[in-house]
């Protein structure tokens, strides 16, 4: 089955710097790559999302990008805020299925 | 709208008890899934239903199981609850034609 590993673990930065999280992922039937943020004690949500035909994707100070060949994903985070602190998590669906494979979640703190 | 509910919030149980989580939506979502998260291992997948009546195993079913009797409710049994069954458990739903998941609030289940 699918297996996708993300690093890093933690991740500290200054408010105002730029965040990047990487994930990779074993499966190259894999189609939909989904990220999740997780603030304490809250539910997973939804931040930004990227398919297979796309090699970049951005929303405001978020930003995904998608190297098929490599079978890595990264999320792109500038101008952090306070605000982003959270678990971050990466996923993957190898099509038809539309189950999510996770990544065991990257910790971002961002420091004021 | 509620979106997605589970129930209970938290839950204290004794080992070899039975326990059954609920989970329920109201976004006539046909695709459900349970997931459990423990620290360092992000969200595995214990089963899921692809529309009623249908159920399928995951990365992690050992020891649980479900039922999809209709479109809404998706409750998740652990017959014989184990010390290893401790954990964050979230309920999740994906509408036809989409890839996103939409994740309920978890239940944080503690057995001793």
């Known amino acids: 089955g699918e297996n996708v590993e993300q690093h890093p673990s933690t991740l500290s930065v200054q408010e105002g710097d730029s965040a990047v999280i990487k994930c990779t992922y074993s499966?190259?039937?894999?189609?939909?790559f989904p990220w999740y943020k997780q603030e304490l004690g809250k539910r997973p949500q939804l931040i930004i999302d990227?398919?297979?035909?796309?090699g970049e994707k951005k929303d405001q100070r978020i930003a995904v990008t998608l190297n098929k060949t490599a079978k890595h994903f990264s999320l792109h985070i500038t101008e952090t805020q306070p605000e982003d602190s959270a678990v971050y998590f990466c996923?993957?669906?190898?099509?038809?299925?539309?189950?999510?494979?996770f990544g065991s979640g990257t910790q971002l703190t961002v420091l004021p | 709208i509620a979106g997605i509910t589970q129930a209970p919030t938290s839950q204290i149980l004794a080992a070899g008890r039975r326990m059954t989580l609920r989970c329920t939506q109201d976004?006539?979502?046909?695709?459900m899934y349970w997931y459990r998260q423990d620290l360092g291992l992000g969200l595995r997948l214990i089963h899921y239903?692809?529309?009623?009546?249908?159920?399928g195993k995951g990365e992690v079913p050992d020891g649980y199981s479900v039922s999809r009797a209709n479109t809404d409710d998706f409750p998740l049994t652990l017959a014989s609850a184990v010390p290893s069954q401790t954990s964050v458990y979230f309920c999740?739903?994906?509408?036809?034609?989409?890839?996103?998941?939409?994740f309920g609030p978890g239940t944080r289940l503690t057995v001793l």
């Open positions: 976004m006539r979502h046909n695709a």
């Open positions: 990227i398919r297979s035909n796309v």
């Open positions: 996923a993957a669906s190898p099509g038809s299925a539309r189950q999510l494979t």
């Open positions: 239903s692809n529309t009623a009546g249908t159920t």
């Open positions: 499966d190259s039937a894999s189609n939909y």
């Open positions: 999740a739903s994906r509408g036809t034609g989409s890839d996103t998941q939409y």
